[in-house]
C-alpha cells in the first residue's frame, strides 16, 4: 500500500540528522530516491507526525530533537510567532455609506475588495458564512502545523458599524460557536431567523463556553469609518466581545479627505479615536500615501503628526499604498491624466523614511495590501516591500521588527516604563525588553484618562446624551433609534445617568492591551516566551501605577477566552470589562 510506503518513509526521513530547513529539502530528496516515491510535501509529514505519533516516537531508530523538525516543516511559521493566530474571516456585501474616489466595486463582492483576493476567494467559497469559514482556517492552520488555541478573530469586509443589528450578532456568535465546536461532534451553528434577544443570548452563552474551550477567542476585531464612532456603537462591540478597532483614516488633512469624497473630516478621526481609547480598546489607524491632492511630503508631515499630535497616537498602522483600480473613480481620474500614483521606488522610499520615525509602541501590522497584481491597473506591483526595506538596513523600532519570535529565549529582562500624553489623559507603554532593546519580550498598554465620567464629554460635544433638547441616541419622535428592551432606552438618560457608558470606567485605569511575544504556546506546554510569568509582571506594574495615581479601579479590555487568566490574578466580570478596586 502506498500509505504504507508513505509512513515507512516518513519515520526513516525523521530519524536523520535534520537541523536546519536545508537539511530537511536533502533529507527529502534522499528519502524520495530511496523509496522510488515523489518527494514529501511539508504538510504530509505533518499529518503523518500528527496522525501516528505514538507509533512514530516509538520506532526503534533513534528520532532527534523531532519538535524541532515540526518547527522546521511549519509552512509559514510567521503566523503564530507573535503568540497569537490571526483568522481572518469576511462578511456578505452590504450598501457602503461611502462613496471614496479610490474604492473598486464590484458586483456580489463587499465593497473596497476584490473576487480575486486571497480573503475574499476563501469567503465566497465559504458562502460568505462565519461558522464556516472560522473552521476553514483553523483547521488550514493545523493542517499547516500550527497550534491555533489562542485566535484573534478579524472581521473584514466594509464599515461593520453599518450592518443590520441581527446580523452583526449572528456573525459573531457563529464565530465563537465555530471555535468551540471546532475537532467536535457537535454542531451549534445558529440560524439566521433568531430573533435579536435570542441571538444576545446564544452569544453570551457561546461566549461563556469559550472561556473555558480548546480554542479561545483572545481577540476580536472589527472595521469600521471614524464617522460612525459613537458611544452606543462602542457599547455593542463590547457585549460582542471586541477588542481592537480598524478605522480607515487614509490621511489627516481636510483637504486631502474632501478631493476624495471620503465623507468625514480630521475633526471625526480626532474624536473617534479619544472615545475608542477611553473604552478601552486597541486602536489601528489605516494610513494611505499616494492619495489624490497628497504628495510624498505632504504624506511623509501626515505620517510625523500622527504621532507628534496627541489627538492620534495609535496603537498600530496598516498601510495601505494607493493604488488604480478598475471600478473606481480614481481609475476615471487616471485615464483623464488626473492621476499618476507612486513608483515602486517613490513608494519604498517614503515608507522607509516613515519606519524610521515610528514609534516604540507602534506596531505596523501591513506595508502593502493583498490586491492581485492583475487588478493592479497602476501603482505599485510589488507584494514584498517589507523584506525589500529590509535589505537596505532601515532602522525600525516598531513591535514588529523587534517582537522576540520562535528562537529568542528570555536573557536579563529589562523594565521599560515609557509614558506620554493622549487625547483624554495620558498613556503608559510598559515592556520588557533585552538591554539592547531590540528584542521585545511583552508589553502593556496602561491609559490613565482624566478623572471624570466617560459618559460626559468628548470634546465639548455629547454625543449620546442631549444635544440642545433632543436626545440623539433615545426617542426620535415614537422611535426608539437605539432599540428598545421592554420599555427601557438602553442607551439615553435615565434621570441623570447616561447608562450608555459603562459605568465600571468611570474614574478607572485601563489596561488596553497585554501582550507577551514568542511563538504561540498551546496552554498546558513547555513554556517558552509565552507563560513565563511576564504577563503577571507587567499586570502588577500597571496595578502599581495606578494605585501611585490614585485611581479607585483598574479595567481590563480583555478577549473573551483570557478572563479566566485574569480570574486568577483576582479580576472580576463586570460590563464586559475584568475589573478590579484597589
Given at each position: 500500500?502506498?500509505?504504507?510506503?508513505?509512513?515507512?518513509?516518513?519515520?526513516?526521513?525523521?530519524?536523520?540528522?535534520?537541523?536546519?530547513?536545508?537539511?530537511?529539502?536533502?533529507?527529502?530528496?534522499?528519502?524520495?530516491?530511496?523509496?522510488?516515491?515523489?518527494?514529501?510535501?511539508?504538510?504530509?509529514?505533518?499529518?503523518?507526525?500528527?496522525?501516528?505519533?505514538?507509533?512514530?516516537?516509538?520506532?526503534?531508530?533513534?528520532?532527534?530533537?523531532?519538535?524541532?523538525?515540526?518547527?522546521?516543516?511549519?509552512?509559514?511559521?510567521?503566523?503564530?510567532?507573535?503568540?497569537?493566530?490571526?483568522?481572518?474571516?469576511?462578511?456578505?456585501?452590504?450598501?457602503?455609506?461611502?462613496?471614496?474616489?479610490?474604492?473598486?466595486?464590484?458586483?456580489?463582492?463587499?465593497?473596497?475588495?476584490?473576487?480575486?483576493?486571497?480573503?475574499?476567494?476563501?469567503?465566497?467559497?465559504?458562502?460568505?458564512?462565519?461558522?464556516?469559514?472560522?473552521?476553514?482556517?483553523?483547521?488550514?492552520?493545523?493542517?499547516?502545523?500550527?497550534?491555533?488555541?489562542?485566535?484573534?478573530?478579524?472581521?473584514?469586509?466594509?464599515?461593520?458599524?453599518?450592518?443590520?443589528?441581527?446580523?452583526?450578532?449572528?456573525?459573531?456568535?457563529?464565530?465563537?460557536?465555530?471555535?468551540?465546536?471546532?475537532?467536535?461532534?457537535?454542531?451549534?451553528?445558529?440560524?439566521?431567523?433568531?430573533?435579536?434577544?435570542?441571538?444576545?443570548?446564544?452569544?453570551?452563552?457561546?461566549?461563556?463556553?469559550?472561556?473555558?474551550?480548546?480554542?479561545?477567542?483572545?481577540?476580536?476585531?472589527?472595521?469600521?469609518?471614524?464617522?460612525?464612532?459613537?458611544?452606543?456603537?462602542?457599547?455593542?462591540?463590547?457585549?460582542?466581545?471586541?477588542?481592537?478597532?480598524?478605522?480607515?483614516?487614509?490621511?489627516?488633512?481636510?483637504?486631502?479627505?474632501?478631493?476624495?469624497?471620503?465623507?468625514?473630516?480630521?475633526?471625526?478621526?480626532?474624536?473617534?479615536?479619544?472615545?475608542?481609547?477611553?473604552?478601552?480598546?486597541?486602536?489601528?489607524?489605516?494610513?494611505?500615501?499616494?492619495?489624490?491632492?497628497?504628495?510624498?511630503?505632504?504624506?511623509?508631515?501626515?505620517?510625523?503628526?500622527?504621532?507628534?499630535?496627541?489627538?492620534?497616537?495609535?496603537?498600530?498602522?496598516?498601510?495601505?499604498?494607493t493604488v488604480v483600480t478598475r471600478g473606481s473613480l480614481l481609475y476615471k481620474w487616471w485615464r483623464a491624466g488626473k492621476y499618476t500614483p507612486y513608483t515602486t521606488e517613490e513608494l519604498s522610499e517614503l515608507i522607509a523614511k516613515?519606519?524610521?520615525?515610528?514609534?516604540?509602541?507602534?506596531?505596523?501590522?501591513?506595508?502593502?495590501?493583498?490586491?492581485?497584481?492583475?487588478?493592479?491597473?497602476?501603482?505599485?506591483?510589488?507584494?514584498?516591500?517589507?523584506?525589500?526595506?529590509?535589505?537596505?538596513?532601515?532602522?525600525?523600532?516598531?513591535?514588529?521588527?523587534?517582537?522576540?519570535?520562535?528562537?529568542?529565549?528570555?536573557?536579563?529582562?529589562?523594565?521599560?516604563?515609557?509614558?506620554?500624553?493622549?487625547?483624554?489623559?495620558?498613556?503608559?507603554?510598559?515592556?520588557?525588553?533585552?538591554?539592547?532593546?531590540?528584542?521585545?519580550?511583552?508589553?502593556?498598554?496602561?491609559?490613565?484618562?482624566k478623572k471624570k465620567s466617560i459618559s460626559s464629554i468628548v470634546g465639548n460635544k455629547d454625543i449620546c446624551g442631549d444635544v440642545g433638547n433632543k436626545d440623539i441616541c433615545g426617542d426620535v419622535g415614537n422611535k426608539d433609534i437605539?432599540?428598545?428592551?421592554?420599555?427601557?432606552?438602553?442607551?439615553?438618560?435615565?434621570?441623570?445617568?447616561?447608562?450608555?457608558?459603562?459605568?465600571?470606567?468611570?474614574?478607572?485605569?485601563?489596561?488596553?492591551?497585554?501582550?507577551?511575544?514568542?511563538?504561540?504556546?498551546?496552554?498546558?506546554?513547555?513554556?517558552?516566551?509565552?507563560?513565563?510569568?511576564?504577563?503577571?509582571?507587567?499586570?502588577?506594574?500597571?496595578?502599581?501605577?495606578?494605585?501611585?495615581?490614585?485611581?479607585?479601579?483598574?479595567?481590563?479590555?480583555?478577549?473573551?477566552?483570557?478572563?479566566?487568566?485574569?480570574?486568577?490574578?483576582?479580576?472580576?466580570?463586570?460590563?464586559?470589562?475584568?475589573?478590579?478596586?484597589?
Amino acid at each position: 500500500m502506498i500509505e504504507n510506503l508513505i509512513e515507512q518513509a516518513t519515520v526513516d526521513l525523521l530519524s536523520l540528522e535534520i537541523d536546519t530547513k536545508k537539511d530537511l529539502d536533502l533529507a527529502k530528496r534522499k528519502i524520495a530516491k530511496k523509496y522510488n516515491i515523489s518527494i514529501l510535501s511539508n504538510t504530509k509529514i505533518l499529518e503523518i507526525i500528527k496522525n501516528k505519533e505514538s507509533r512514530v516516537l516509538g520506532t526503534k531508530k533513534k528520532i532527534k530533537n523531532l519538535e524541532n523538525i515540526k518547527k522546521i516543516l511549519r509552512r509559514r511559521a510567521i503566523r503564530t510567532m507573535s503568540g497569537v493566530a490571526p483568522v481572518a474571516v469576511l462578511t456578505k456585501p452590504f450598501d457602503c455609506p461611502g462613496k471614496c474616489a479610490y474604492c473598486p466595486t464590484e458586483k456580489n463582492v463587499p465593497q473596497s475588495y476584490l473576487s480575486n483576493e486571497p480573503a475574499v476567494m476563501r469567503a465566497i467559497r465559504c458562502h460568505y458564512d462565519p461558522y464556516i469559514q472560522v473552521q476553514d482556517r483553523l483547521r488550514a492552520l493545523e493542517k499547516n502545523g500550527h497550534h491555533p488555541t489562542k485566535i484573534e478573530i478579524i472581521v473584514i469586509g466594509g464599515t461593520w458599524s453599518v450592518f443590520p443589528r441581527k446580523y452583526k450578532y449572528w456573525y459573531i456568535a457563529n464565530c465563537f460557536a465555530a471555535a468551540n465546536d471546532f475537532r467536535k461532534n457537535s454542531k451549534t451553528k445558529v440560524p439566521k431567523q433568531t430573533k435579536i434577544l435570542d441571538l444576545k443570548k446564544f452569544l453570551k452563552k457561546e461566549q461563556t463556553r469559550n472561556e473555558n474551550s480548546k480554542y479561545q477567542i483572545i481577540g476580536l476585531t472589527l472595521e469600521t469609518r471614524p464617522d460612525y464612532i459613537d458611544k452606543k456603537e462602542l457599547i455593542e462591540m463590547r457585549e460582542l466581545g471586541c477588542t481592537r478597532v480598524e478605522i480607515g483614516v487614509q490621511a489627516i488633512c481636510d483637504q486631502i479627505l474632501v478631493k476624495n469624497k471620503r465623507g468625514h473630516g480630521v475633526a471625526e478621526i480626532k474624536e473617534a479615536t479619544a472615545l475608542l481609547r477611553s473604552y478601552g480598546f486597541k486602536i489601528t489607524y489605516h494610513f494611505m500615501p499616494g492619495l489624490p491632492g497628497s504628495d510624498l511630503t505632504k504624506d511623509l508631515e501626515m505620517f510625523t503628526e500622527i504621532f507628534e499630535n496627541s489627538a492620534y497616537r495609535p496603537d498600530q498602522i496598516k498601510f495601505y499604498p494607493t493604488v488604480v483600480t478598475r471600478g473606481s473613480l480614481l481609475y476615471k481620474w487616471w485615464r483623464a491624466g488626473k492621476y499618476t500614483p507612486y513608483t515602486t521606488e517613490e513608494l519604498s522610499e517614503l515608507i522607509a523614511k516613515c519606519k524610521k520615525i515610528v514609534p516604540r509602541y507602534v506596531r505596523i501590522i501591513r506595508l502593502i495590501r493583498d490586491i492581485p497584481g492583475e487588478s493592479i491597473i497602476a501603482g505599485n506591483l510589488v507584494t514584498n516591500l517589507r523584506q525589500i526595506i529590509q535589505q537596505k538596513n532601515i532602522k525600525c523600532n516598531c513591535i514588529r521588527c523587534r517582537e522576540a519570535n520562535i528562537e529568542d529565549k528570555i536573557y536579563k529582562p529589562k523594565l521599560i516604563i515609557e509614558n506620554y500624553p493622549v487625547s483624554g489623559g495620558e498613556e503608559y507603554f510598559i515592556s520588557y525588553e533585552n538591554l539592547e532593546r531590540n528584542l521585545l519580550y511583552g508589553f502593556a498598554r496602561l491609559f490613565l484618562p482624566k478623572k471624570k465620567s466617560i459618559s460626559s464629554i468628548v470634546g465639548n460635544k455629547d454625543i449620546c446624551g442631549d444635544v440642545g433638547n433632543k436626545d440623539i441616541c433615545g426617542d426620535v419622535g415614537n422611535k426608539d433609534i437605539c432599540g428598545d428592551v421592554g420599555n427601557k432606552d438602553i442607551c439615553g438618560d435615565v434621570g441623570n445617568k447616561d447608562i450608555c457608558s459603562p459605568q465600571v470606567l468611570n474614574n478607572a485605569a485601563i489596561i488596553r492591551e497585554l501582550h507577551i511575544y514568542g511563538e504561540l504556546v498551546p496552554i498546558g506546554k513547555n513554556k517558552k516566551i509565552q507563560h513565563a510569568g511576564l504577563g503577571k509582571k507587567l499586570l502588577e506594574k500597571c496595578e502599581e501605577i495606578a494605585r501611585i495615581n490614585k485611581y479607585p479601579q483598574i479595567a481590563i479590555i480583555s478577549g473573551v477566552g483570557v478572563r479566566n487568566y485574569y480570574r486568577k490574578q483576582r479580576y472580576r466580570l463586570r460590563e464586559s470589562y475584568m475589573v478590579k478596586n484597589f
